[in-house]
């Protein structure tokens, strides 16, 4: 997957869950771009393959979706996980299960409101390991899960819009 590929699914992240579902629920959006570098607890891998990850979290029933692809790997995909908690370069234990049966792996879960707090923290990561790491036992790939962040241009145009609705309305 080249960085155009890993920008675009950046940007229809934004635009596809970055929405609310209710008056009462948020979509929270989330990213991760995984790489070697970021594997063995932050020593890295040498490894070429790379991946990306969108997912969304409801912040009332907890439920967590996502849609994890990798391409490049040295290995053969042996199993995948979200681990926490950890920041970058820390190791933690599994929290959710990835398929890795299939690339894309989409898959959801139910979190515990601990596991929710966790993953908006930025303190879990996504490891994907393969037959080829059995040597460091870290994963071929990894990579920080991020909340992602609504621009500042959204909240600027959205006052703007707002502010003409107002001077349309005194007049």
């Not at 890993?6 to 979509?27: E, K, P, Q, R």
């Not at 995909?77 to 926490?84: D, K, L, N, Q, T």
């Not at 299939?102 to 993953?119: K, R, V």
Request: aromatic share 6%.
């Amino acid at each position: 997957m080249n960085k155009s590929g890993i920008l675009g699914m950046f940007y229809a992240c934004l635009l596809t869950f970055g929405i609310s579902t209710s008056a009462n629920a948020t979509l929270v959006s989330l990213i991760s771009i995984i790489d070697g570098s970021q594997a063995n607890a932050g020593a890295g891998t040498r490894s070429l393959g790379t991946g990306a990850a969108t997912m969304t979290l409801d912040d009332v029933t907890n439920e967590f979706n996502w849609n994890v692809q990798w391409s490049g790997l040295e290995g053969t995909v042996e199993v995948a996980h979200f681990h926490g908690p950890a920041g970058p370069g820390v190791n933690a234990g599994v929290q959710v299960r990835i398929d890795e049966t299939s690339n894309p792996s989409i898959g959801n879960a139910t979190l515990t409101d601990e596991q929710e707090t966790d993953l908006l923290a930025g303190l879990w990561y996504i490891n994907i390991h393969s037959d080829r790491d059995t040597i460091t036992l870290g994963g071929e790939i990894r990579g920080q899960v991020n909340v992602v962040p609504i621009p500042g241009a959204v909240w600027l145009l959205g006052s703007g819009l707002l502010g003409l609705i107002g001077v349309s309305r005194r007049k």
